[in-house]
């Protein structure tokens, strides 16, 4: 099993930018296709971005493409997330998780993730 946790949020105003960090530790990190999911107050927990286990391949929520960015360093056992251009409604716990099953692009299905950091929260003022 792998470890997760997520770093990097904070209060920030509209229209800034944050970096949020996911470090892994345990299994070999490579071995996972990996993603973020996202929770804002009184929601359901829901997907932003995922990304294959070399990186080659990306997906975006709706929501978010444009304005985020995922990537990793395998060197580093650490995911990434670039968050542009923040709203108001990117307010939310942010997680990342590994992909257990399911097809990379194809779920958003919580059930299809684990390994669940403890999560890092995003605020964003206007």
């Known amino acids: 099993q792998v470890q997760l946790v997520e770093s990097g949020g904070g209060l920030v105003q509209a229209g800034g930018s944050l970096r949020l960090s996911c470090a892994a530790s345990?299994?070999?990190?490579?071995?996972?296709?990996m993603a973020w999911f996202r929770q804002a107050p009184g929601k359901e927990r829901e997907f932003v971005a995922a990304i294959s286990r070399f990186g080659g391949n990306r997906y975006y929520s709706d929501s978010v493409k444009g304005r985020f960015a995922i990537s990793r360093d395998n060197a580093k056992n650490t995911l990434y997330l670039q968050i542009n251009s923040l709203k108001s409604e990117d307010t939310a716990v942010y997680y990342c998780a590994v992909r257990l099953t399911g097809s990379l692009g194809t779920t958003t299905a919580l059930a299809d993730f684990g390994s669940w950091g403890q999560g890092t929260q995003v605020t964003v003022s206007s």
């Open positions: 345990g299994r070999t990190f490579s071995f996972y296709d």
